[in-house]
């Protein structure tokens, strides 16, 4: 976890992703890359000072299975004492009604939970 944690900070450092004190959201589907980003920021939110808020979308494919990845990212997230934030969305319904893929709907989706969170 340290070797990620220097690879984080060298990002933030040479791309200049925080201003000290940001208020970042931390988008965590409970997969390994999203969670391990969430655990290597919470490390590092002290030393830049950001506040972090955690962010899950159910996209509504999965039932039960995606029910439990949302419990566990929001028991993650309670133990790092980090906010929770979840939204549900009927990804289906619109790829339905748009037209769009499922890669376009659920990225929609995303973004526009990502923006009223915002």
Do not use: C
Request: net charge neutral; proline share 3%; hydrophobic share 50%.
């Amino acid at each position: 976890m340290a070797t990620l944690v220097t690879k984080v900070r060298q990002a933030i450092e040479r791309y200049g992703l925080f201003a000290q004190g940001e208020r970042v959201i931390v988008a965590v589907s409970g997969g390994p890359d999203s969670t391990a980003l969430l655990l290597a920021l919470a490390a590092l939110a002290p030393e830049y000072g950001l506040s972090l808020i955690v962010a899950h979308l159910n996209h509504m494919f999965r039932g039960a299975q995606a029910e439990a990845d949302a419990r566990w990212v929001e028991e993650l997230a309670r133990r790092l004492g980090v906010p929770f934030a979840r939204e549900d969305a009927d990804v289906p319904a619109l790829i339905r009604q748009s037209g769009m893929t499922v890669e376009q709907a659920g990225r929609e989706a995303r973004y526009r939970f990502y923006e009223r969170l915002a």
